[in-house]
């Protein structure tokens, strides 16, 4: 029997690819993950200062799939770009959608999920997410965030006031106080951290979702620097496998009542 030479060159060179992948993998002794700490139900901590979330869940699943150590590191999240091009940890997992802004400074794994957003304000205030609405109000939004580039983009140039805060729950207590009229951010960080809480009592959604695909983008992923394609590499084929096996879908139903993750 005569041997085809090149397809068992071929062979041989994907073969290759594969146990360097593999080896690469095994090469992560640990993966330090930059995190904002008080973003529920994404990232936030027990009363005991442990963290949790949905975004904790899976960088924990990955880390269990690779076979390597979790390590987290808090940060502010306007820091958390620069944070991790300074080498502070490895890769972002905060609750991060992936924008083309975003991509001129960072790589990203493939989308994990997606959040629609939402403004809230008291019951009763009428207040709507548009320009015409919410003209000589006080909207605050998480410094850094996509909420923060659309609020000051689309609102702020008609006269609406847009406040950053470090931490959501800094722009929660100013909106329980009266010193803003509104927040701006992903619905269910809304829903579970602030609305579904004593705190909460008396305010609501105002109006529908905020869809914007230039600005909100189209999906949350772990952020990473700039040409680490092993790390790139070893996350994609975990995610990848956790979705396959439904772990992000059981995860993901853990914290949400409605479907986030993407296929």
Known sequence: MKLNWRKVAAHAVVAAAAASGVAHAADL???????????????????????????????????????????WVE????????????????????????????????????????????????KGSGLLPTPQSLKGKRVGVLQGTIQETYAKKRWAPVGVEVVPYQTQDLAYADLQSGRLDATFQDSEAAAKGFLSKPQGAGFAF?????????????????????????????????????????????????????????K
């Open 29 to 71: 002794k640990e993966i330090r993950f930059g995190v904002e700490a008080s973003y529920a139900p994404f990232e936030y901590k027990t009363p005991d200062g442990k963290l949790t979330g949905f975004d904790i869940d899976i960088g924990n699943a990955v880390c269990a799939k690779l076979k390597t150590k979790c390590v």
């Open 75 to 122: 940060n502010d999240f306007d820091g958390l770009i620069p944070a991790l091009e300074a080498r502070k940890f490895d890769a972002i997992n905060s609750d991060m959608t992936i924008t083309a802004q975003r991509e001129h400074a960072i790589d990203f794994t493939d989308p994990i999920y997606t959040i629609p957003n939402q403004l809230i304000a008291k």
């Open 206 to 262: 105002a109006g529908g979702t905020v869809s914007d695909a230039e600005i909100l983008g189209s999906g949350v992923g772990f952020g990473l620097r700039k040409n680490d394609a092993q790390l790139k590499t070893a996350i994609d084929q975990a995610l990848k496998a956790l979705k396959a096996d439904g772990t992000i879908d059981n995860l993901a139903k853990k914290y949400f009542s409605v479907s986030v993750t993407l």
